[in-house]
């Protein structure tokens, strides 16, 4: 599809200038436009990027005017969708730098394969471009690391997609509100279920799809030839199974993981903070059983029902998507007293978004909760795929005393796509 320009909103867009955004509990001060209609480049309109658009972002105040995605069939079949939603043809690319570029994006949403999140959220700051990015936020702990001073230093809004601190039904917000009011005593420890750590890519070789630029697909990852598993075939109802494999995504373990290991990160008060050791499982062929330590002694590990489960010294409560309960029962319908702590509310998490761009306080899920979510999926499956045990220290974001440890926070990347290294 060859790019078009997009026709300017009638409503007069951001008013760029607005004051300073006073930004909660210790996250540094960020600036925030007072948006009217907020206008979009959608990075990876695929399974995920669509279904954003279609619940969120395809409606006002948003606006989408730009759109990037590596396969011809799915770019051509975004751009229809936004012009059938919004009467208005949308600027269309392969390469973000391009998306970036114009000066009719006020933000970005990321929904591209894991590995080229950190790359995307970097050339989206430095181009003073507000970032809504989808979890796992970072394919690497050196990633995770890198992202947080950039997204500061260039004071834009950020947005993790972990949906789970602001929707279905508000039941991980009613859960940490209990644990964090001490409803189940003292935690002991936090039990996440999700599904396997990430494997290497052992795919075949497939004749390549007529329209995919393969080798943009891959950007930062190895070199290795297409299969259908990592990029279907034109336009698709499925999340791609690239996800399975380290090369591109953290596996089950971090595809669900970032979302309820960042509910247990929410409902221990440890947003912005890191665990200290790190243990893979006794069995050494299981892919159940690892688990993080924090310095107060609270273990969080990969195993158990789906979901997030708070087992403390009076009581458990465990919460997932379809369900929240207790033992006792009592512990979920006894009511808080008046002076309990209380957390955030939103309709959902685009409005949340939005709240912040507009200067209504800080984002739920700012960059630094994505990156401390991420950071215990990434060392989870390090000590899968090292098997043994780690010592972690959280400010640094390095190994103690660990080089050859060290040597796994990041992988060899592709020509073109160095880091920072800070």
Not at 28 to 54: C, N, Q, S, W
Not at 119 to 134: R, S, T
Not at 261 to 281: A, Q, S, T
Request: include cysteine; charge should be neutral.
């Amino acid at each position: 599809m060859t790019p078009r320009p997009t026709p300017r909103p009638t409503r007069r867009a951001f008013q760029l200038g607005a004051a300073a955004l006073a930004a909660q509990s210790a996250w540094p001060l960020v600036r925030a436009p007072r948006p009217e209609v907020v206008r979009l480049g959608v990075i990876g309109p695929g399974k995920r990027g669509l279904t954003l658009m279609r619940g969120a972002f395809l409606q006002e105040p948003f606006q989408i005017t730009a759109l990037c995605e590596v396969d011809g069939n799915r770019l051509a079949g975004a751009a229809k969708l936004v012009s059938e939603r919004q009467g208005t043809e949308p600027f269309t690319t392969s390469r973000h730098e391009e998306l970036l570029a114009r000066d009719d994006i006020d933000a970005v949403v990321i929904a591209t394969p894991d590995h080229w999140h950190a790359h995307q959220i970097l050339d989206a700051a430095a181009a003073g471009k507000h970032i809504y990015c989808e979890k796992p936020l970072t394919l690497t702990l050196h990633e995770a690391k890198v992202v947080i001073p950039a997204v500061r230093k260039a004071g834009v809004v950020f947005q993790t997609g972990s949906q789970q601190r602001t929707e279905f039904g508000q039941k991980f917000v009613d859960a940490c509100e209990l644990v964090r009011n001490g409803r189940i005593g003292e935690v002991l420890t936090v039990h996440v279920g999700v599904g396997d750590p990430a494997r290497a890519c052992d795919l075949p070789v497939e004749a390549l799809e007529p329209g995919l630029d393969w080798e943009r697909w891959l950007g930062p990852a190895p070199q290795r030839a297409y299969h259908s598993e990592l990029a279907p075939r034109g336009v698709h109802n499925h999340y791609p199974a690239w996800r399975r494999y380290w090369e591109y995504a953290g596996g089950g373990l971090s595809d669900m993981g970032a979302h309820h290991f960042d509910i247990g990160m929410w409902g221990l008060r440890k947003d912005g903070e890191g665990p200290i050791e790190v243990h893979p499982p006794i069995d050494s062929s299981a892919t159940r059983g690892a688990s993080v330590v924090f310095a107060d002694g609270v273990r969080m590990i990969h195993g158990g029902p789906s979901g997030t489960t708070f087992i403390g010294t009076r009581g458990t409560i465990a919460v997932d998507r379809g369900r929240i309960s207790s033992t006792p029962g009592n512990l979920l319908t006894d009511p808080l007293p008046d002076d309990a702590e209380r957390l955030p509310r939103h309709a959902n998490h685009a409005a949340d978004w939005l709240q912040a761009l507009r200067g209504e306080g800080e984002t739920t899920c700012p960059i630094e909760v994505g990156a401390g979510s991420v950071a215990i999926c990434n060392l989870l499956n390090l000590a899968y795929r090292h098997r043994r045990s780690l010592r972690w220290d959280p400010r640094a974001w390095r190994f103690v005393d660990d080089d050859e440890a060290n040597g796994w926070l990041d992988y060899e990347r592709r020509d073109g796509y160095a880091l920072p290294v800070h």
